[in-house]
């Protein structure tokens, strides 16, 4: 008897095995030839992390919220002498920055937190290596990784303006137009249609009473 209550039929598991052998068997073949031929991978692949050295300010928020504790960053300071500047500015220098990919889970902690933009995920997969400590990549070998980062997705019109387009439309609108250029929106935005009649509209407040026609009256007395 089945969990149904059905009775068994003798060989039917059998046939019904040998059915799904000859469907498959009738299909065609997806297996791709790796290596002799590149998988095609969505362009936010999670490959590996690529870091940008230039952009890194060693604030060291990646390594501090990084789960599995796999990125070593080293730095020194170095004075900067600033024309015009009453004494001279220190700015870290980045002497190591190393990940751990034997340690790494993928989660993109450290790209999401970095508000340099100086992490970025690129789809390269093939840094495979025979020897585990071998995992342990420098920023040298970061740092190459990024040419093969792909470009940002395009900019949603709909979306905010980012702070910078914000800062850029006050300029350009000059003193005064602070307000306008906080709350500017993209074309498509203020291209939308006015509210249409069906929408309900607010009541317009009632002008303030003339203080002539108040004049001498008091509280609760209507006014002559
Ligand atoms: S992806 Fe996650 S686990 Fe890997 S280095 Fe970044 S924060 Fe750490
Ligand atoms: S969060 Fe970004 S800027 Fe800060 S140390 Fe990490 S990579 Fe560098």
Redesign the pocket.
Known sequence: MTDNGERDVPGKGLLDGLAVTFKTMTRRSTTQQYPDVEPDLPPRSRGV?ALSEENCTVCML?AR???????YIDSHKEEVVVPGAARPRQRNVLDKFD?D?A?????????EVCPFDA?HWTPEFEYAETDVLSLLHDKDRLGEWMRTVPPPPAHDVLGEPSKEEATAARKAAGPGAATAAKTARPAAVRAAPPPTAAQPVPPRPSPPADPEDTAGSSPGEPAR
């Open positions: 992390i990646c919220e990084c789960p599995d504790w796999c990125i990940i990919f340690l790494c889970m993928y989660c993109g902690i450290c790209i992490l």
